[in-house]
T-cell receptor
Framework: DAGVTQSPTHLIKTRGQHVTLRCSPI?????VSWYQQVLGQGPQFIFQ???????GRGNFPDRFSARQFPNYSSELNVNALLLGDSALYLC???????????FGPGTRLTVT | AQKITQTQPGMFVQEKEAVTLDCTYD???????LFWYKQPSSGEMIFLIY??????QNATEGRYSLNFQKARKSANLVISASQLGDSAMYFC??????????????FGSGTQLTVLP
């Protein structure tokens, strides 16, 4: 079975631009979470969606938004990019709460 | 607020020996789950082991075991018979489980494990 997939793998953007990151969960998983991992740190929670509804939001500015589609895939959008947004963005899916989350390979975003 | 502390930025272990990675946590929620993840240089987070706060026995998964000491709020990961492929960053994480609790995993800062041949 395919694991969590994320696209693109790598992305380079300029300050002020907008970016959309995509995630497809493991088949049958209805919960998707997004995390930001800055180099040298542990992942920080951004959003969680379950059955297309937002179930949790971390301490991130309104420039960050997300949504989940009927097929349970998800998008993370970041507007007005800052240099500090450069990070590995991880998507995780789970069959049901509160058990283990399975992570995708991540999207490495570089903002110049 | 939940918090995870990993005090060992880096650890070295000889191949085939056991190693313990430390993790302490803080929460006011009586119901919570503790997780350990491995992150190789490729970046993907690999789930290793889970321990629930009400579980009576310490969790084990193959060469991984979790030394859960609830009163001390510690959840150390023990890797037995280390292999070269175990070299990676290891993260301890926690999720509060009570109704209305935050849904996210909270991660520690990680421990970089290097297995020496």
């Amino acid at each position: 079975d395919a694991g969590v997939t994320q696209s693109p793998t790598h992305l380079i953007k300029t300050r002020g631009q907008h970016v959309t990151l995509r995630c497809s969960p493991i088949s049958g998983h209805k919960s998707v979470s997004w995390y930001q991992q800055v180099l040298g740190q542990g992942p920080q929670f951004i959003f969680q969606y379950y059955e297309k509804e937002e179930r949790g939001r971390g301490n991130f500015p309104d420039r960050f938004s997300a949504r989940q589609f009927p097929n349970y895939s998800s998008e993370l959008n970041v507007n007005a990019l800052l240099l500090g947004d450069s990070a590995l963005y991880l998507c995780a899916s789970s069959l049901r709460e509160p058990y283990e989350q399975y992570f995708g390979p991540g999207t490495r975003l570089t903002v110049t | 607020a939940q918090k995870i502390t990993q005090t060992q930025p880096g650890m070295f272990v000889q191949e085939k020996e056991a190693v313990t990675l430390d993790c302490t946590y803080d929460t006011s929620d009586p119901s919570y789950g503790l997780f350990w993840y491995k992150q190789p240089s490729s970046g993907e987070m690999i789930f290793l082991i889970y321990q629930g706060s009400y579980d009576q026995q310490n969790a084990t998964e193959g060469r991984y075991s979790l030394n859960f000491q609830k009163a001390r709020k510690s959840a150390n990961l023990v890797i037995s018979a280390s292999q070269l492929g175990d070299s990676a960053m290891y993260f301890c994480a926690m999720r509060e489980l009570a109704s209305g609790s935050a849904r996210q995993l909270t991660f520690g800062s990680g421990t970089q494990l290097t297995v020496l041949p």
